[in-house]
Every structure is written in C-alpha cells, then in structure tokens.
C-alpha cells in the first residue's frame, strides 16, 4: 500500500459520497496503490449507509462519537500505507492538494501540514485560529502559520507508537516536532462548508489553551516532572530561606519574635514548596508507569469493512 487517507467523519452524510468521488479521481491519477478510510464517529444521521454505498474503501465505525482525536487515531491505527494523509470530510480541504502534499513531503520532510492561507470560514472562527496559531508558534517553534489545518501528511514511521488522546489532533505537529521529525508547510485551498455543520463551538477556546499547556509541558518535561515541580519547589524553598533569616535578624533587634504575615508566607511557602518536589517524585513513578504501559486505546471499534 502506498497512500492511506484518513477522514474522521461525524454526520456528514452529504459530503462522503462527494468527497469518496473527487479523492478516488485524485488519487487514481497518481498511479499509486492506495486505500480511502473513513472513522464513522458515531454518526446519527445517513452517513454510515452513505459510506457502506463506496467502493473502494475500508470503514471503521466507533461505537459512540468519541470525538476527532479518537476517529483520527483509529484511522492511523488502521492505515497500512506508506504514506498517510488526513483530511476533513466535510469538503473544506480539496484532494487536489494531495499531489502537492506528496511532492513537498518527498523534499525531505517527515510531515507536511497544510496552511489555509485563503480561508473560508467566519471572521470570528478565523480571527481566533490566527491567534492560536501565533501562540503555539511561539511555545512550541516550530515555523507554521497554521495549526488548525486537517489537511496535513505523515510518513508512516511518524505515526508507529503514537496515541493521540482528548483533542490533542490540534498539537500533531508539535507533538512530532518534539520526537524529532521534520515538519514543512505548503499553502492549500481551503472551501466553505457547503453541507452539515461545525462540530466545534466557542468552547473549543477555553479547551485549546490548557490543552496548549499541557502539551507545552509535556513536550518539555515528560521525561523528566521532577525537574518542572522540583523547581517549583526549591524556589520556594529559597524565598521561605529569605523570609526566616529576615525574621530571625528582626526577632533579635526587637527581641521578640513577633508572629506577622511575613512569617506566616513562609511557612507556607516550605509546605507548599515540599508538596511540589514530592508531586516532582510522583510524577517521574508515574511516567515510568507511562513509558512502560500496555497497549491500550480510550475508544471501542464496532467494526471494520474493507470492499475492494
Ligand atoms: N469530526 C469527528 N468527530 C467529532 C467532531 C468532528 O469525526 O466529534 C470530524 C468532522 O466530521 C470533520 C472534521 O472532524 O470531518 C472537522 O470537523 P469540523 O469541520 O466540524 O471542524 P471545523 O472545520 O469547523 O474546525
Ligand atoms: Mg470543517
């Protein structure tokens, strides 16, 4: 197998057969060996019965919607190509960017991810990506303008031993950039939704940012929390260091030691600095549970249909 196409698809019963057409019409150019996947995640309107009407095509049905990180994740587990492209099902992403994909990939990436640079989308929606992407620019530094993008591709080794979990599909690159693949960028079209409707609304903002951080965190410190939180902790260890020797040197001018909000901070800053180291110890147990882990995934598959 030479390509794989990955679609997370959450009732999207109009655009499948559309978008089944346009990518067999793309990829049958190509002249490679190829598979199309769709994740049904839990789809309750048509799409399903829409799916089970293609040819070719492997589908793997969810259970429930779990959620595009989880029907993304299902997709890369079940991809036998070489190559691995992920895109939307609603028809926003064009396959006649896939060539495209390919020829920038093949310069010597590891992963091309797509850049939007003409969006369809609402002003509100597009404004609010923009900042996104100009934060996870600076925390993560990698060099794209745009995170948000579906459309991206993956040599298949970036994808072996990787979970993606709760809506962390947004990060893929940082997360591989972190491993050490090489991340490119090209421009891609980008269409307005014709069929069906956004899954995400504006609480998608307040999940993106701590999801940001925990990334963040875990990209600079999972092997090693002890770092993160003994820092933490032997800083105020020195600040409370500071505060008694202040304290001390008063209780021996006034000879008295007088119980004020001074000491009373650093007090608490010695509890509270010994329960981050000790939050430090537990964290390096914890990722060497992590690193050691069975296999195991947070979704359930129904089933899996593959029509040649
Ligand atoms: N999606 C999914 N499960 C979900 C939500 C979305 O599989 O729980 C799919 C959806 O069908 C689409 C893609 O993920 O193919 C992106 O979703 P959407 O177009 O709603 O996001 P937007 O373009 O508005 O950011
Ligand atoms: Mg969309």
Not at 28 to 41: G, T
Request: charged fraction near 25%; glycine fraction near 6%; hydrophobic fraction near 40%.
């Amino acid at each position: 197998m030479d390509i794989s196409i990955v679609i997370p698809t959450y009732n999207e019963e109009k655009n499948v057969p559309i978008l089944h057409q346009k990518l067999v019409e793309v990829l049958s150019h190509l002249k490679l060996k190829y598979e199309i996947i769709f994740v049904d995640d839990g789809s309750t309107d048509q799409t399903y019965s829409n799916l089970l009407e293609l040819k070719p095509v492997k589908i793997i049905r969810l259970r429930k919607n779990f959620g595009q990180s989880a029907a993304m994740d299902a997709g890369f587990k079940a991809a036998n190509g070489k190559l691995i492209v992920a895109m939307d099902a609603d028809l926003q992403n064009d396959p006649r960017d896939i060539p495209l994909l390919i020829e920038k990939l093949n310069q010597g990436y590891d992963l091309v991810s797509g850049w939007r640079k003409k969006r369809n989308d609402s002003l509100q929606k597009k404004l609010f990506s923009r900042f996104a992407s100009w934060l996870r620019r600076k925390l993560f530094k990698i060099n794209i303008h745009d995170y948000g993008c579906s459309l991206k591709i993956y040599k298949k080794e970036c994808l072996q031993n990787f979970d993606l979990y709760g809506e962390m599909h947004r990060y893929i690159p940082a997360i591989l950039a972190n491993k050490g693949f090489k991340v490119g960028e090209i421009k891609v079209a980008h269409h307005s939704r014709k069929y069906g409707k956004t899954k995400y609304g504006l609480n998608r903002i307040f999940k993106g940012f701590l999801d940001l951080f925990y990334i963040k965190f875990w990209n600079d410190y999972s092997s090693r929390p002890l770092h993160f939180f003994g820092l933490l902790g032997v800083m105020q260890y020195c600040l409370s260091g500071i505060i008694f020797v202040e304290q001390i040197i008063k209780a021996f001018m006034v000879k008295a030691l007088a119980v004020g909000p001074l000491l009373l901070l650093g007090i608490l800053l010695v509890i509270t600095g010994t329960i981050f180291i000790m939050f430090g110890f537990l964290g390096e147990i914890l990722i060497r549970t992590y690193y050691s882990k069975i296999e195991d995934t947070p979704y359930t598959i129904k089933e899996t249909i593959i029509k040649k």
